[in-house]
């Protein structure tokens, strides 16, 4: 079973950019779509982007889409969300999930195999 651990975030300017990454661990990185959400103080948990296993195919929620980019490296066994032109309401925990099919438009928001701990992203007006 792949275990998640995030890092990256942190406090951050409007307009600023920012990278998370998410470092798995074990062999069947490669087997599992990576998706990250994010959740606000007060707000329910809100999808970000999702990548497919080979990383060939990436679907970025419209909240987000043309700043967010989600990539992986699985010869790192790690993903990344490079954040730009960041905004106070992009204020949240991100967190990334393991799933071992790859949905797309239709993205998975539960039967995840593992979650990590989540990462602190706060964004400065």
């Known amino acids: 079973q792949v275990q998640l651990v995030e890092s990256g975030g942190g406090l951050v300017q409007t307009a600023g950019p920012l990278r998370l990454s998410c470092a798995a661990s074990?062999?069947?990185?490669?087997?599992?779509?990576m998706n990250w959400f994010r959740q606000a103080p007060g707000k329910e948990r809100e999808f970000a982007a999702t990548?497919?296993?080979?990383?060939?195919?990436?679907y970025v929620a419209d909240s987000v889409k043309g700043r967010f980019t989600i990539s992986r490296d699985n010869a790192k066994n790690t993903v990344y969300l490079q954040m730009n032109s960041l905004k106070p309401e992009d204020t949240a925990v991100y967190s990334c999930?393991?799933?071992?099919?790859?949905?797309?438009?239709?993205?998975?928001?539960?039967?995840?195999?593992?979650w990590g701990q989540g990462t602190q992203v706060t964004v400065s007006s």
């Open positions: 074990g062999r069947t990185f490669s087997r599992y779509a």
């Open positions: 999930a393991a799933h071992r099919y790859y949905g797309g438009s239709s993205y998975y928001t539960q039967d995840f195999d593992a």
């Open positions: 990548i497919s296993g080979s990383g060939g195919a990436t």
